[in-house]
């Protein structure tokens, strides 16, 4: 079978195959079909009479034309769904005669049952108003090509009949000839046979046409559905892999801190109990006192660590206290103002921490700043964290991964960031994540 | 004799931290692994000093602090020393706030290393004193701040510092190396630009330190 109409219309053998009968059928059945929809047509008829009361001096007053038009527009906008649906499932079956691909309604599921929910999904879709449009455009137009079709066809015949009907007494007028003898009827003829030959062209050429138009309005492209549908599953893996991440996160720093930690603070205990019991002029003395002092060192560096893995104040009391706590460690003076309620989702707190400790780490390395402020409050089911300074500004995420990277960190709990430095500051790093709660 | 119940949930550190008590003379009279076993244990034996970690079981967050926190209300003035391995200020207001702050210790578990000193630490809480630890401390006073405290000169700074360590007049002379008639000058205009009136209550050293602790920025 063929791709389309269009390249069967190219072969050779185009009249031998099943093409001009299925464009015929095609062709044919449309105007049957608009006669069905034929209400579609409606809000054509008073913008028509808008425009010629308009244009021409006519009885009907401009104002009431305008009200009548908006009235007759907004029921249009009510009720055409109701008849464009079933009409576009009809059309997308039809279409199958002119393009065997497959095609796709593109329409959502709606997210519950009962007619309230089906309605309100479909009056807000793309698809449904892409198949208003396709039903205005056949009951408006259609009528039109048929006429046409029809004109043509019985063109044709007439003249292919009119040297054996056609008498003195019954001449035949075929809008631009008039011929009264089979004499002047003669030379016509090969026109219409012509014309009779080229008919399959015709209709093979006004369904492709007329398909092309419905597939646009109709069809959802494969592709676009596909990648729909593969965005989802990324978007999902992707936060499955963040909510694994943050499990890991904390797996990690509960081990440190149950295990290496807590037997690292027995060790320097002992060493602190042996350095009681070792002699002080003892050579042990100082290898203990050396170890000891090792001991405490590491165990400084290790509590670093593990705050930097996951901060346990994050855990316990949430994001406000965490973020103060954070203040306290910036070496700039940080006011924290932070307006939250009740506690988001863990990933959403600790996305929100970490971009915060990004961005005042930033702040103090590049901003020249000499102040900086941190405002997280909750607007519109969203959790907004903003950091401003007031640094020198200019800073630009190309120059660096770090501002990538909160973008990114943002983008994968499914938020956004938002920068504004302007040369001369102040520098505002804004993030918006969705605030769902565990 | 300072009868100390102590709760910790890793089993070496608790033996370890027993051992040295009982030691330097500090009887344990109930060592336990977790919050609501540290109720009990406080309930049984009326210890004079509570010692506990407070990330503990069952949920491995705050439940030593919040335990520590119902146990001063029930039994106001009982002290109370919370170790963690964590520099938070809001665990150490959260103590402060509780019975006026005294009798309370918020400390590192590093500060165990040094074994006399915080023996030392520990007898202090038990008579009433208050004792944050420096590191915590420290950390508010790095910054400067843009509340009253921004007054406080860089030496009033490190003398605040050192109060808050629980440390003397005479103590804090020696380890500034200055004259301890110049500390009790500092304190003086700690106290006056922090707007704490001069009085003879001791408690006013932990005023000071509660001002900076109770700092909402």
Same mark, same amino acid.
């Given at each position: 079978?063929? +791709?389309?109409?269009?390249?069967?219309?190219?072969?050779?053998?185009?009249?031998?195959?099943?093409?001009?009968?299925?464009?015929?059928?095609?062709?044919?059945?449309?105007?049957?079909?608009?006669?069905? *929809?034929?209400?579609?047509?409606?809000?054509?008829?008073?913008?028509?009479?808008?425009?010629?009361?308009?244009?021409?001096?006519?009885?009907?007053?401009?104002?009431?034309? #305008?009200?009548?038009?908006?009235?007759?527009?907004?029921?249009?906008?009510?009720?055409?769904?109701? !008849? &464009?649906?079933?009409?576009?499932a009809l059309e997308r079956h039809?279409?199958?005669?002119?393009?065997?691909?497959?095609?796709?309604?593109?329409?959502?599921?709606?997210?519950? =049952?009962?007619?309230?929910? /089906?309605?309100?999904?479909?009056?807000?879709?793309?698809?449904? /108003?892409?198949?208003?449009?396709?039903?205005?455009?056949?009951?408006?137009?259609?009528?039109?090509?048929?006429? #046409?079709?029809?004109?043509?066809?019985?063109?044709?015949?007439?003249? !292919?009949?009119?040297?054996?009907?056609?008498?003195?007494?019954?001449?035949?007028?075929?809008? #631009?000839?008039?011929?009264?003898?089979?004499?002047?009827? /003669?030379? /016509?003829?090969?026109?219409?046979?012509?014309?009779?030959?080229?008919?399959?062209?015709?209709?093979?050429?006004?369904?492709?046409? %007329?398909?092309?138009?419905?597939?646009?309005?109709?069809?959802?492209?494969?592709?676009?559905?596909?990648? %729909?549908?593969?965005?989802?599953?990324?978007?999902?893996?992707?936060?499955?892999?963040?909510?694994?991440?943050?499990?890991?996160?904390?797996?990690?720093?509960? +081990?440190?801190? +149950?295990?290496?930690?807590?037997?690292?603070?027995?060790?320097?205990?002992?060493?602190?109990?042996?350095?009681?019991?070792?002699?002080? +002029?003892?050579? &042990?003395?100082?290898?203990?006192?050396?170890?000891?002092?090792?001991?405490?060192?590491?165990?400084?560096?290790?509590?670093?660590?593990?705050a930097g893995i996951h901060p346990?104040?994050?855990?316990?009391?949430?994001?406000?206290?965490?973020?103060?706590?954070?203040?306290?460690?910036?070496?700039?003076?940080?006011?924290?103002?932070?307006?939250?309620?009740?506690?988001? &989702?863990?990933?959403?707190?600790?996305?929100?921490? #970490?971009?915060?400790?990004?961005?005042?780490?930033?702040? *103090?390395?590049?901003?020249?700043?000499?102040?900086?402020?941190?405002?997280?409050?909750?607007?519109?089911?969203?959790?907004?964290?903003?950091?401003?300074?007031?640094?020198?500004?200019?800073?630009?995420?190309?120059?660096? =991964?770090?501002?990538?990277?909160?973008?990114?960190?943002?983008?994968?709990?499914?938020?956004?960031? !938002?920068?504004?430095?302007? &040369?001369?500051?102040?520098?505002?790093?804004?993030?918006?994540?969705?605030? =769902?709660?565990? | 004799?300072?009868?100390?119940? @102590?709760?910790?949930?890793?089993?070496?550190?608790?033996?370890?931290?027993?051992?040295?008590?009982?030691?330097?003379?500090?009887p344990v009279v109930a060592a336990?692994?977790?919050?609501?076993?540290?109720? $009990?244990?406080?309930?049984?034996?009326?210890?004079?000093?509570?010692?506990?970690?407070?990330?503990?079981?069952?949920?491995?967050?705050?439940?030593?602090?919040?335990?520590?926190?119902?146990?001063?209300?029930?039994?106001?003035?009982?002290?109370?020393?919370?170790?963690?391995?964590?520099?938070?200020?809001?665990?150490?207001?959260?103590?402060? $706030?509780? $019975?006026?702050?005294?009798?309370?210790?918020?400390?590192?578990?590093?500060?165990?290393?040094?074994?006399?000193?915080?023996?030392?630490?520990?007898?202090?809480?038990?008579?009433?004193?208050?004792?944050?630890?420096?590191?915590?401390?420290?950390?508010? @006073?790095?910054?400067?701040?843009?509340?009253?405290?921004?007054?406080?000169?860089?030496?009033?700074?490190?003398?605040?510092?050192?109060?808050?360590?629980?440390?003397?007049?005479?103590?804090?002379?020696?380890?500034?190396?200055?004259?301890?008639?110049?500390?009790?000058?500092?304190?003086?205009?700690?106290?006056?630009?922090?707007?704490?009136?001069?009085? $003879?209550?001791?408690?006013?050293?932990?005023?000071?330190?509660?001002?900076?602790?109770?700092?909402?920025?």
């Amino acid at each position: 079978m063929d +791709d389309n109409a269009l390249t069967a219309l190219r072969r050779r053998n185009y009249l031998f195959t099943s093409w001009p009968w299925r464009s015929l059928l095609y062709v044919a059945s449309t105007p049957v079909i608009a006669l069905l *929809v034929w209400p579609l047509a409606l809000p054509v008829v008073p913008l028509v009479a808008l425009l010629v009361s308009l244009t021409r001096e006519s009885t009907v007053d401009t104002g009431t034309a #305008f009200v009548i038009s908006g009235v007759s527009i907004a029921c249009y906008l009510v009720a055409a769904p109701l !008849l &464009a649906l079933p009409l576009a499932a009809l059309e997308r079956h039809r279409l199958r005669l002119v393009r065997p691909e497959p095609v796709r309604a593109g329409h959502r599921v709606p997210p519950s =049952t009962g007619p309230w929910s /089906w309605l309100v999904t479909r009056y807000t879709e793309a698809a449904t /108003w892409r198949a208003v449009g396709y039903g205005t455009l056949l009951a408006a137009a259609a009528p039109v090509f048929s006429l #046409f079709a029809l004109g043509w066809v019985m063109f044709a015949v007439a003249l !292919l009949l009119a040297p054996s009907i056609v008498s003195g007494a019954n001449p035949i007028h075929l809008v #631009f000839i008039e011929v009264s003898t089979p004499a002047e009827a /003669w030379p /016509w003829t090969p026109l219409g046979l012509a014309m009779v030959v080229t008919t399959p062209y015709v209709t093979g050429l006004t369904a492709w046409v %007329h398909g092309l138009v419905a597939a646009a309005l109709l069809n959802e492209p494969a592709t676009s559905a596909r990648l %729909h549908t593969e965005l989802v599953e990324v978007s999902r893996s992707r936060a499955r892999l963040v909510d694994g991440f943050e499990a890991e996160r904390r797996r990690i720093e509960r +081990d440190l801190h +149950d295990g290496a930690q807590q037997r690292l603070v027995g060790l320097t205990l002992q060493l602190g109990l042996a350095k009681l019991d070792v002699p002080g +002029d003892s050579p &042990a003395a100082v290898t203990v006192a050396k170890a000891h002092e090792e001991a405490k060192a590491l165990m400084a560096e290790l509590r670093d660590l593990i705050a930097g893995i996951h901060p346990q104040v994050l855990t316990d009391l949430g994001l406000p206290a965490a973020l103060r706590e954070l203040a306290d460690r910036t070496a700039l003076p940080v006011t924290v103002r932070s307006d939250l309620g009740e506690r988001p &989702a863990t990933h959403v707190e600790s996305t929100a921490y #970490f971009v915060v400790a990004e961005a005042l780490t930033n702040t *103090v390395r590049h901003g020249r700043a000499t102040q900086a402020w941190v405002r997280a409050y909750r607007e519109k089911g969203q959790l907004i964290v903003e950091v401003t300074d007031d640094g020198q500004g200019g800073a630009r995420p190309d120059l660096g =991964t770090g501002l990538t990277g909160l973008a990114d960190r943002a983008a994968t709990a499914g938020g956004r960031m !938002l920068l504004s430095s302007p &040369a001369g500051g102040p520098t505002v790093v804004r993030i918006e994540l969705p605030w =769902t709660t565990a | 004799m300072t009868r100390v119940v @102590l709760a910790e949930d890793g089993v070496l550190l608790r033996e370890g931290l027993a051992g040295l008590l009982e030691r330097f003379g500090l009887p344990v009279v109930a060592a336990v692994g977790d919050a609501a076993a540290l109720v $009990d244990a406080v309930a049984e034996h009326a210890p004079d000093l509570v010692v506990t970690d407070i990330r503990m079981p069952p949920t491995l967050t705050d439940d030593g602090l919040r335990a520590a926190l119902s146990l001063r209300a029930a039994r106001p003035g009982l002290p109370v020393v919370a170790l963690s391995q964590y520099v938070e200020r809001s665990y150490a207001a959260a103590l402060l $706030d509780s $019975d006026g702050g005294r009798g309370v210790g918020y400390l590192l578990k590093d500060r165990v290393a040094d074994v006399e000193e915080f023996v030392e630490t520990l007898r202090g809480v038990a008579a009433g004193g208050t004792i944050i630890d420096p590191t915590v401390v420290r950390q508010l @006073l790095q910054r400067p701040p843009e509340d009253p405290v921004a007054r406080l000169s860089a030496r009033e700074r490190e003398v605040l510092a050192s109060m808050a360590t629980g440390l003397s007049n005479a103590a804090i002379a020696r380890a500034l190396f200055v004259s301890e008639a110049a500390v009790g000058k500092h304190v003086g205009n700690i106290l006056a630009k922090l707007g704490l009136p001069p009085d $003879d209550d001791s408690n006013r050293r932990v005023l000071a330190v509660l001002t900076y602790l109770h700092r909402r920025p």
